[in-house]
């Protein structure tokens, strides 16, 4: 039997990833204190360490179906969403390009409240009291940050960086010639 200090569950990377993820969640659950400026300010602040503690996740553990449990629901999600929407207003809808390269219509909105029931859901199940529990919650946790939440944490971080230095962004950054030549 492994020590607590040898359990990859109970390590320091999994600790971290839970104080971050519970922070993150408790902002946005009373997002509706903030203005945009405000909630901006804190994603380009948060989402490094969302990004960073989700890449240290233990990759090894396999969640078992039995254990997994999702406690945020749609109207939790909705109400998230709605106030960021209403909150971002014309700035939500910004632009991606998916793996083919075609562009696509994103939401800052949808992101963040896609972020967030991920955090909350995790957050949640760890607390649970059967170590499978918390097997199962750091696992599923690491599967969506390789195929979910990890990407649309640094779309959005990019699309609140430009937001925030736009003036001071180098307008030729952006030109089709340069581009070619990367």
């Known amino acids: 039997m492994t020590s ?19 922070e993150y969640c408790l902002f ?5 204190k903030y203005s945009k400026q405000e909630i901006f300010s804190y994603y380009q602040k948060i989402a490094p360490l969302l990004y960073l503690k989700g890449s ?29 929407r209403e909150k971002f207003a014309e700035e939500d809808v910004y632009y991606i390009h998916d793996h083919n390269y075609d562009t696509q219509q994103a939401s800052l909105a949808d992101n963040m409240a896609d972020i967030y ?13 059967p170590m499978q529990s918390k ?13 979910h939440w990890g990407l649309r944490t640094i779309q959005a971080l990019l699309n609140i960086h430009t937001k925030i230095y ?3 962004i180098d307008p030729s950054l952006f030109d089709d010639d340069d581009l070619s030549d990367l």
């Not at 097997?135 to 195929?147: D, H, R, S, Y």
């Open 166 to 168: 736009s003036q001071s």
């Open 117 to 129: 029931q991920d955090m909350k859901d995790f957050v949640l199940l760890y607390q649970k009291a």
């Open 28 to 32: 946005f659950e009373e997002a509706e």
């Open 135 to 147: 097997t199962c919650a750091v696992a599923e946790l690491q599967k969506l940050f390789e195929n």
């Open 56 to 84: 240290v996740l233990p990759a090894e553990l396999e969640a078992e179906p039995e254990y997994l449990e999702r406690f945020v629901t749609e109207e939790q999600w909705e109400a998230i969403f709605k106030t960021l």
């Open 4 to 22: 607590p200090a040898e359990n990859p569950i109970l390590s320091r990377q999994v600790i971290e990833m839970i104080t971050v993820a519970h």
